[in-house]
């Protein structure tokens, strides 16, 4: 399976900036896609951007133009950068590795990104 290790949340005003980052290591197959999720209080997790290997990117609508999502391959480290953030986008963030074949996925365990108004 793969390990997934989040740094770089914390507290910030909005429209300020933050960026993440995740580390993966283990069984990590040339064929996968790496994301960001996040779950408010209250509220289900959602999706806020992905990556695949070959660096195609999606986002979710509230971050587009906002979130920039990257990747170093070599590195196994998926990043992203937050701009002009929102309070609405406070949230614990999570890390996603999917892998294509075989298949199977894994989660980090969170890091907070709280903005004040």
């Known amino acids: 399976q793969v390990q997934l290790v989040e740094s770089g949340g914390g507290l910030v005003q909005a429209g300020g900036s933050l960026r993440l980052s995740c580390a993966a290591s283990?069984?990590?197959?040339?064929?996968?896609?790496m994301g960001w999720y996040r779950q408010a209080p209250g509220k289900q997790r959602e999706l806020v951007a992905t990556i695949t290997n070959v660096h195609s990117t999606n986002y979710a609508d509230s971050v587009k133009g906002r979130f920039t999502i990257s990747r170093d391959n070599a590195k196994n480290t998926v990043y992203l950068q937050m701009n002009s953030l929102k309070p609405e986008d406070t949230a614990v963030y999570y890390c996603?590795?999917?892998?294509?074949?075989?298949?199977?996925?894994?989660w980090g365990q969170g890091t907070q990104v709280t903005v004040s108004s």
């Open positions: 996603n590795y999917e892998n294509y074949y075989p298949k199977f996925g894994s």
């Open positions: 283990g069984s990590i197959f040339s064929i996968n896609v």
